[in-house]
């Protein structure tokens, strides 16, 4: 029984990163590894979750960056929001994981702007009016 507890206790070594955008939000775990693999909400891989070129490039851009893509596992449980708005929430929490990971990795990620949260929210619906800000349409006859 201590073997299993000591044996969970290494695996469980991971570096964790919060990633939000709109109202998508993701929670990133990464494993120092030999291979790289990346798991979506514990049963997709990258290119089945995300279905364009775009998407997957904004989620794999930070490990790029910082020129070492083949030595993490990475988990990533994401909720809310859209697609692309997951996409870019995986990349905020992936950044902040690897900063976790590593101090030195804050440098150059900050200065690409991918620890900072996009505040860019929708704005509510006003009372009288149709969305946002369209009124209704007016008609001289």
């Given at each position: ?24 939000v993701a929670r990133v775990r990464i494993w120092p590894a030999k291979t790289n693999s990346t798991v979506i909400n514990s049963s997709f891989s990258v290119d089945e979750y995300f279905p364009t070129l775009n998407m997957r490039q904004a989620l794999r851009e ?80």
């Open positions: 029984m201590a073997t299993v507890s000591a044996k969970r206790k290494t695996e469980e070594v991971y570096h964790e990163g919060v990633g939000g955008r709109k109202t998508a930070p490990l790029e960056r910082i020129g070492d893509t083949n030595h993490f596992k990475v988990s990533i449980v994401v909720r809310g929001g859209g697609k692309s708005a997951q996409a870019e929430a995986a990349r905020h929490g992936l950044s902040r994981a690897l900063v976790s990971y590593d101090k030195e990795f804050r440098t150059l990620l900050k200065r690409l702007g991918f620890l900072k949260r996009d505040p860019r929210m929708r704005e509510r619906k006003k009372f009288g009016l149709k969305r946002a800000r369209r009124a209704r349409q007016w008609r001289k006859r």
